[in-house]
């Protein structure tokens, strides 16, 4: 690669990402060279390694590297120490990085297909979104982002949602008023609006600090992110809604993939398939464990949402669905109900 930052960055900004892409593809054709020394995979994330994607990611990075020693280094960057999430994307765009593992949510501004995953109440659980992932809609979920370079190659579970505020969120009414941390996503600025609370997109690592200062007073997340970065101790009542998925989508740079010899190829993504596996696997015992700790630091008050609680939620959400069920596409949504809600 050689396109310097700067000529990045002009580039991007009169051209934007696709155009910037195709550039960058052309640059790189000359492709991986092994013959130098090993092939270097970096992978920023932005979470920490205990949870479900920093256990995965390590994983990944110890079975390619004895599997293929001497053919393909892995370097994990976890916490969010080399990027956040939305630099990371474009980075991934422009092959500085060659893989990421990022929030379905934040791939937004690239397809309108991952919308399905922000529904509130839409998928029940984790098995719920594997049916969907690994069903007949898996090659067009995972081929959504190609036209932006970057190609789909595995989905990751962090795990199901949890409101988090100054109090129990058990209704719509109670988040009333209240300024929420969301992800970059539409679907879930419209998921606040219709509780009557005001949705503030916010990356990742500036968290914490938002709602230790009240910059903002509420947000939504997974017990093994409330737990690892320590929402917990700054959120009075966590509500175990369970209403949304957290999962991410597995990408690489595509013109570094099409680059590797076909066996490299081949290698990785029979590692990547078993990670993937084995991650997801345990992701719902990673977040009741966060769960757990919580209620043992006593930090935080848990509420949690009886069926008719509920109903009442899920009845509420539905004009979410209604804006949205068009640009997800008739399809799409048909599949993800099906696996969704059985
Ligand atoms: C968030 O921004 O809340 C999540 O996407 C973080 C993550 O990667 O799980």
Same mark, same amino acid.
């Given at each position: 690669?050689?396109?310097?930052?700067?000529?990045?960055?002009?580039?991007?900004?009169?051209?934007?990402?696709?155009?910037?892409?195709?550039?960058?593809?052309?640059?790189?054709?000359?492709?991986?060279?092994?013959?130098?020394?090993? %092939?270097? %995979?970096?992978?920023?994330?932005?979470?920490?390694?205990?949870?479900?994607?920093?256990?995965?990611?390590?994983?990944?990075?110890?079975?390619?590297?004895?599997?293929?020693?001497?053919?393909?280094?892995?370097?994990?960057?976890?916490?969010?120490? #080399?990027?956040?999430?939305? /630099?990371?994307?474009?980075?991934?765009?422009?092959?500085?990085? @060659?893989?990421?593992?990022?929030?379905?949510?934040?791939?937004?501004?690239?397809?309108?297909?991952? +919308?399905?995953?922000?529904?509130?109440?839409?998928?029940?659980?984790?098995?719920?979104? &594997?049916?969907?992932?690994?069903?007949?809609?898996?090659?067009?979920?995972?081929?959504?982002? #190609?036209?932006?370079?970057?190609?789909?190659?595995?989905?990751?579970?962090?795990?199901?949602?949890?409101?988090?505020?100054?109090?129990?969120?058990?209704?719509?009414?109670?988040?009333?008023?209240?300024?929420?941390? !969301?992800?970059?996503?539409?679907?879930?600025?419209?998921?606040?609006?219709?509780?009557?609370?005001?949705? @503030?997109?916010?990356?990742?690592?500036?968290?914490? +600090?938002?709602?230790?200062?009240?910059?903002?007073?509420?947000?939504?997340?997974?017990?093994?992110?409330?737990?690892?970065?320590?929402?917990?101790?700054? @959120?009075?009542?966590?509500?175990?809604?369970?209403?949304?998925?957290?999962?991410?989508?597995?990408?690489?740079?595509?013109?570094?993939?099409?680059? #590797?010899?076909?066996?490299?190829?081949?290698?990785?993504?029979? !590692?990547?398939?078993?990670?993937?596996?084995?991650?997801?696997?345990?992701?719902?015992?990673?977040?009741?464990?966060?769960?757990?700790? !919580? !209620?043992?630091?006593?930090?935080?008050? %848990?509420?949690?949402?009886?069926?008719?609680?509920?109903?009442?939620?899920? /009845?509420?959400?539905?004009?979410?669905?209604?804006?949205?069920?068009?640009? %997800?596409? &008739?399809?799409?949504?048909?599949?993800?109900?099906?696996?969704?809600? @059985?």
């Amino acid at each position: 690669m050689t396109t310097t930052k700067s000529a990045t960055v002009q580039y991007r900004s009169q051209f934007g990402l696709i155009g910037l892409v195709l550039l960058v593809g052309l640059l790189s054709a000359c492709g991986s060279d092994s013959s130098n020394g090993p %092939i270097l %995979i970096k992978f920023p994330h932005v979470t920490a390694p205990g949870t479900p994607k920093g256990l995965a990611a390590d994983r990944f990075k110890m079975l390619v590297e004895e599997r293929m020693p001497g053919i393909v280094t892995v370097e994990v960057y976890p916490s969010g120490q #080399l990027m956040n999430d939305d /630099d990371s994307i474009d980075a991934l765009a422009f092959g500085e990085v @060659q893989m990421i593992a990022v929030s379905l949510s934040k791939l937004d501004r690239l397809t309108k297909k991952y +919308q399905v995953f922000d529904l509130p109440f839409l998928f029940v659980d984790l098995a719920a979104a &594997e049916r969907f992932q690994s069903g007949p809609a898996r090659e067009e979920l995972l081929g959504a982002v #190609l036209k932006s370079g970057i190609r789909g190659v595995g989905f990751w579970h962090n795990g199901m949602k949890q409101f988090g505020g100054p109090v129990p969120i058990t209704s719509p009414e109670a988040a009333e008023g209240l300024k929420f941390r !969301i992800m970059e996503s539409d679907v879930l600025q419209a998921q606040i609006l219709q509780m009557g609370g005001n949705p @503030q997109k916010m990356a990742f690592g500036e968290v914490y +600090q938002a709602l230790q200062t009240g910059a903002v007073d509420a947000q939504e997340n997974t017990w093994a992110n409330t737990y690892s970065s320590k929402f917990y101790e700054v @959120q009075p009542y966590l509500t175990e809604s369970n209403h949304g998925y957290l999962g991410y989508l597995l990408a690489v740079n595509e013109p570094f993939w099409q680059s #590797l010899p076909e066996d490299v190829r081949q290698q990785l993504q029979v !590692i990547i398939d078993e990670v993937s596996a084995w991650g997801n696997d345990q992701a719902k015992e990673v977040n009741a464990g966060a769960l757990a700790n !919580i !209620i043992e630091s006593g930090r935080s008050e %848990i509420a949690r949402l009886n069926d008719g609680e509920r109903k009442v939620w899920a /009845d509420t959400m539905l004009p979410v669905w209604d804006t949205f069920s068009d640009s %997800i596409g &008739e399809d799409l949504l048909n599949a993800a109900l099906a696996a969704g809600q @059985q």
